[in-house]
């Protein structure tokens, strides 16, 4: 039962969690905070299209945040490699 309801929990949040994994000052937990925040964002892309209504803005602002964490990813991925 909490198992399910993680998840909801999780994707009310979501912009706490993306917040947190740009901010996050400690090099060894980012990669930690970037993946809460994109399981996050994809429950909750999940549940509104599930709805079906007009939430165009929420899934732009998804999108954006998508696109923002897997670039830091990248930046940290390249940093790594240097």
Do not use: H
């Given at each position: 039962?909490?198992?399910?309801?993680?998840?909801?929990?999780?994707?009310?949040?979501?912009?706490?969690?993306?917040?947190?994994?740009?901010?996050e000052?400690?090099?060894?937990?980012?990669?930690?905070?970037?993946?809460?925040?994109?399981?996050?964002?994809?429950?909750?892309?999940?549940?509104?299209?599930?709805?079906?209504?007009?939430?165009?803005?929420?899934?732009?602002?998804?999108?954006?945040?998508?696109?923002?964490l897997?670039?830091?990813?990248?930046?940290?991925?390249?940093?790594?490699?240097?």
């Amino acid at each position: 039962m909490i198992n399910q309801t993680l998840p909801v929990i999780q994707s009310r949040n979501w912009r706490e969690l993306y917040t947190a994994a740009l901010f996050e000052t400690e090099k060894d937990k980012i990669p930690a905070r970037i993946a809460d925040a994109e399981k996050a964002i994809l429950v909750r892309a999940r549940e509104l299209f599930a709805a079906g209504s007009d939430t165009i803005e929420e899934d732009q602002a998804l999108d954006d945040a998508l696109y923002a964490l897997r670039a830091l990813q990248s930046c940290l991925s390249y940093r790594a490699a240097a």
